[in-house]
């Protein structure tokens, strides 16, 4: 076993416990390279090694560098002499203070201009079909995959990129380039092609390089970071330099060597697949546990059978909620618990919700039409429902206030010259609204003239601010206290609770399950969807007795308080495997593991 397998095999523990944060969905990124740090950074290692001399052993019988770089030299005054190629003005050589490390006997630092053509151009007729590939073609593993159409030479040679069989075609955009994608393109038709101008490429001098070795370079991390550092131009739209790929320091082994470093890398990088697939397999697993015990809560259907299901899964807490995703997925189940009535007892002494409910009514000064929930809104909601709780909607449990809900259905109507760069009259967006939590850092103002004119969407503290415009999902969350003079914007609703009834259980009930739920059958639009005014004020909602409202906030919210605890433990943890796999890699490449 070589030194890199047992530095792969040795601390499986570390590259499969470190990792990445998902940003939206699940958890996990679903098995992709990407999710798991410590895969990435051995994939990462790997290559780094390789374009360093320590992947593979050397063999002195090999030619040396040197003498290949003179057969690239006598190739490449071939294709002058022959009219296929310019003369080109080659850079120097690579001086002492340019090497990035010291590499082994037998390897030369060169350049790509130097020992290959750069962007080169094809001749072809007109009438042959040939290859096209677009950026989202080419993927980023160390494959080499990419997909192709077929099309005219006539119709492409112009103001697209040329390359040919065997070339290499690394990105020069931001982000294509730092997430390394790049290819050797194989399996052309009629071995010529042509597609996106946001490629550089590199074509070896009559197989006097090993392809898939300058992929190896052109994909390690310190080619990736420095080539970072030279990118030119405004942001979204940076660009790698030519003259970079050009003259950045290119090691050079010897063609057997390359040979053998690409098998190499490519047995490596099979392991690291297999790793990250079992990994994966496990997650997924793991996931569908905790789902379904988690389904079996929502599902009890007495006291006795909901405890049961509960000791099952306490004991064995420490087990099954282990990942962020696995945490959030009990926070879910602990708000639908909360709005079923099942996370706290109930107590025969309280008001009742639907005495609660007639005394909301009776109290109204202004009012509305009494919205009455049918079998089309909520056909089986009566069933999870106990008996002291009663249904009712957003349009009944609203203050008496006529204006308790913002009057337009998307807010105050803003565009971004409205604003003001000096902090004046705050302006809610649906930046600031988060699943229970008011997201503070996204901050907008307009001036006290415009605040006038718009304060029928006036937002005062406490008040409820629910996203309009969803992706078949609710997100709601509170005004803080100390918001001031604001407003909300378009697409989000205000709602002021009825005094009769706590804000902070409304708040949960319109982030659980169940309110997403129907927001998921009664919304419109087709790439924007938004949940209208009509179907905003018809949100069903389980009413329980005042006193019980407040227990099920106090149980809530100190619920969430340990799932948050474990989270940061699990963060911590995380972060800690990401310094070990941090550490491993660099141990690793400046030889202290003696590879």
């Given at each position: 076993m070589s030194a890199i397998q047992q530095l792969l095999t040795d601390h499986i523990d570390i590259w499969t416990a470190a990792e990445t944060e998902k940003k939206s969905g699940r958890g996990r990124a679903s098995g992709s390279a990407a999710s798991v740090y410590g895969i990435k950074k051995l994939r990462e290692l790997i290559?780094?090694?390789?374009?360093?001399?320590?992947?593979?052993?050397?063999?002195?019988?090999?030619?040396?560098?040197?003498?290949?770089?003179?057969?690239?030299?006598?190739?490449?005054?071939?294709?002058?002499?022959?009219?296929?190629?310019?003369k080109d003005k080659l850079l120097g050589a690579i001086s002492g203070t340019e090497k990035p490390f010291n590499l082994p006997l037998g390897w030369e630092w060169s350049t790509l201009s130097a020992v290959s053509l750069v962007n080169p151009r094809n001749s072809v007729e007109d009438d042959l079909l040939v290859s096209f590939v677009t950026m989202t073609m080419i993927e980023a593993k160390f494959n080499s995959h990419h997909d192709?159409?077929?099309?005219?030479?006539?119709?492409?040679?112009?103001?697209?990129?040329?390359?040919?069989?065997?070339?290499?075609?690394?990105?020069?955009?931001?982000?294509?380039?730092?997430?390394?994608?790049?290819?050797?393109?194989?399996?052309?038709?009629?071995?010529?092609?042509a597609g996106t101008t946001e490629l550089h490429v590199v074509r070896p001098i009559n197989s006097t390089l090993a392809p898939r070795y300058v992929l190896a370079y052109l994909k390690s991390p310190q080619f990736l970071v420095n080539g970072e550092r030279r990118m030119t131009g405004t942001a979204g739209q940076k660009r790698l330099p030519k003259e970079f790929l050009e003259s950045n320091p290119f090691p050079l082994p010897p063609l057997a060597e390359q040979h053998r470093i690409v098998a190499k890398v490519d047995e490596l990088m099979a392991l690291c697949d297999q790793l990250e697939t079992q990994h994966s397999n496990a997650a997924d697993a793991h996931e569908q546990l905790v789902s379904h015990l988690l389904g079996t809560l929502t599902q009890s259907q007495s006291a006795a059978d909901f405890n049961a299901n509960w000791q099952r899964i306490a004991t064995h807490f420490d087990t099954l909620f282990i990942t962020e995703a696995s945490i959030n997925a009990l926070k879910r189940t602990?708000?639908?618990?909360?709005?079923?009535?099942?996370?706290?007892?109930?107590?025969?002494?309280?008001?009742?919700?639907?005495e609660l409910s007639y005394r909301i009514q009776r109290s109204r000064i202004a009012k509305r039409k009494i919205v009455t929930l049918s079998e089309e809104i909520d056909p089986l909601r009566e069933d999870f429902l106990p008996n002291s709780w009663s249904w009712t909607s957003i349009d009944q449990i609203s203050a008496d206030d006529p204006s308790a809900i913002t009057d337009g259905p998307f807010?105050?109507?803003?565009?971004?010259?409205?604003?003001?760069?000096?902090?004046?009259?705050?302006?809610?967006?649906?930046?600031?609204?988060?699943?229970?939590?008011?997201?503070?850092?996204?901050?907008?103002?307009?001036d006290e003239a415009r605040f006038e004119k718009l304060a029928k969407h006036q937002v005062r503290g406490g008040d409820l601010i629910v996203a309009g415009l969803i992706d078949t999902s609710i997100r709601c969350c509170a005004a803080p206290n100390d918001i001031g003079h604001a407003i909300v914007k378009a697409d989000c609703y205000r709602l002021s609770v009825h005094p009769f009834v706590f804000p902070s259980y409304v708040l949960h009930y319109l982030n659980s399950v169940t309110a997403h739920e129907f927001a998921a059958v009664h919304h419109h639009g087709l790439t924007l969807t938004r949940i209208g005014l009509g179907n905003f004020r018809s949100i069903p909602i389980p009413l329980p007795p005042f006193a019980e409202q407040h227990r099920i906030v106090a149980k809530v919210d100190e619920l969430m308080g340990l799932c948050d605890q474990v989270r940061s433990r699990i963060t911590a943890a995380s972060q800690q495997q990401k310094k070990l796999a941090d550490v491993l890699v660099e141990h690793a490449v400046i030889g202290e593991m003696a590879l």
């Open positions: 290559l780094e090694l390789a374009v360093r001399g320590k992947l593979v052993p050397q063999d002195s019988s090999d030619e040396p560098a040197s003498e290949l770089i003179k057969r690239i030299q006598i190739e490449r005054s071939k294709l002058v002499a022959e009219g296929k190629i310019k192709q159409e077929h099309r005219l030479w006539k119709e492409i040679k112009q103001g697209f990129t040329h390359f040919a069989e065997g070339d290499i075609g690394v990105a020069k955009i931001t982000p294509c380039f730092e997430n390394s994608k790049a290819c050797v393109f194989s399996g052309l038709l009629n071995k010529i092609g602990l708000l639908q618990l909360a709005v079923m009535g099942k996370l706290v007892a109930q107590d025969s002494r309280d008001e009742s919700g639907l807010g105050a109507n803003l565009k971004t010259e409205h604003y003001v760069d000096q902090p004046g009259y705050r302006v809610i967006r649906l930046q600031n609204i988060g699943h229970g939590e008011f997201r503070n850092e996204y901050q907008s103002y307009i």
